[in-house]
């Protein structure tokens, strides 16, 4: 009967138990001054970026923003460093404690990582870095002709994000 008991109780509770933040990734984002005119095309993403809407599938993945912070970088960060996230494991160690520190009135649990842009070699090149300093960072490019295709950008971030974890709130 107690064992019955416990089942029932536990597979109550299971729909309202969640590990780490269930509302999705909390992402900051920044470009490269060398970007600055793709900006729009990043926060255009972001503007009609909604979960399960048709056109932002990630293949067999599904794609969890929360929140994007795409206003000037907080105090502390800046794109130098997730520059030097992509080249250097000491700088990614580095940038992942600052954005797992990060809080202030609308950030409460850091964030789960960044997602940085530059230009190169006529393409946007979009990093998805994860707050967690194990984790792979992800690249994805577009060609810069390409940037007003709405789909072409859309699977272009996804694939710099799908793979990035939602951390555990400390």
Known sequence: MKKILLYLILSMASPFSHSGSPDGLHLLVMGEENANSYATV???YFDRYAPGRKGFGCDDAQLNIAAAYQKKPP???DPAQAAQATKKISAHKKLSRLLQSYRDNQNKNGFDGVVYYEVKEDRLKIHG???ADFSDIYLS???LNKTSDE???NSAMCKAMVHLPILTPP
């Open 129 to 131: 870095i994860s707050a």
């Open 141 to 143: 490019e577009i060609p």
């Open 42 to 44: 990043i926060k255009s």
């Open 151 to 153: 789909l072409t950008v």
């Open 75 to 77: 105090m502390g960060f």
